[in-house]
């Protein structure tokens, strides 16, 4: 009985012996590779910035090319008779403007036109109305190509326009007449030394950006050959109406 239990466990399998477990090894990353990858993207960010960059650079080189021509390297010299701005001031897109019933104008809606901006409280005493005048007697003694410049009365005060004012600037073409607070105005547009920013009429390229201040008391031809120059000068990328 003996013999047959002892044979019946020697002949049983013996139970197999635990494999070790088994890792797999990664390595960790380095200090470098860790720091490449911000700089990397540092790189990236800063290569479309140029790019960026290089593409405005193109877009506006026709613009400043044909400035420069028509206003400063001319072969008979300079011949502009009010003062070219450079660099140009673009209009900021944020500039509080507003209609006369207190709407909110969106600023950048005014680019795609020369603009011809008077600045003036809403009461317009005669110094204002003489500007105004000038400014649409300017837009029509430039024929066919008027069409490509807008009147603009920029209200830098609370006072109510006249019923007379209204009626004579909206004979012809009428001029867009917007609210603007004095201080957000004068963080665009500014006066020669010596005036007031009310004394000047203010010229702006279909890009939104100012580029030319009229003096203070303008002889109206020679007024009129600046603005026949711009036109010409931009006739190669600006058409009429926005």
């Not at 990353?29 to 540092?42: L, T, Y």
């Not at 613009?63 to 420069?68: C, L, M, P, T």
């Not at 837009?139 to 006072?159: F, S």
């Amino acid at each position: 009985m003996s013999g047959s239990n002892s044979s019946a466990h020697g002949s049983a399998a013996a139970p197999e012996a635990p494999s070790p477990l088994s890792f797999t090894v990664h390595s960790m990353p380095s200090a470098s590779d860790m720091v490449s990858e911000p700089e990397g993207a540092a790189r990236r960010t800063s290569s479309g910035r140029l790019k960026m960059l290089l593409v405005l650079l193109i877009c506006a080189a026709p613009v400043v090319a044909s400035y420069f021509t028509y206003f400063v390297i001319r072969p008979e010299g300079r011949t502009n008779y009010s003062d070219l701005i450079l660099p140009v001031r673009p209009i900021p897109a944020d500039l509080p403007l507003t209609d006369l019933q207190g709407k909110s104008v969106n600023a950048l809606a005014l680019k795609d036109q020369w603009l011809v901006i008077v600045v003036g409280g809403g009461a317009c005493d005669a110094e204002c109305e003489k500007r105004l005048w000038l400014q649409r007697q300017l837009r029509e003694t430039l024929g066919r190509e008027k069409e490509r410049v807008d009147k603009v009365w920029l209200i830098d005060d609370n006072a109510t326009p006249r019923a007379e004012t209204m009626k004579a600037i909206e004979t012809g073409t009428p001029a867009t007449v917007l609210r603007v607070p004095a201080a957000a105005l004068a963080q665009w547009l500014s006066p020669a030394t010596g005036h007031t920013l009310e004394q000047h009429l203010y010229v702006v390229d279909p890009m939104g950006n100012w580029m030319m201040r009229v003096p203070a008391e303008p002889i109206p031809a020679k007024l009129k050959g600046d603005m026949e120059k711009l036109l010409r000068a931009s006739s190669s990328w600006d058409t009429p109406g926005r």
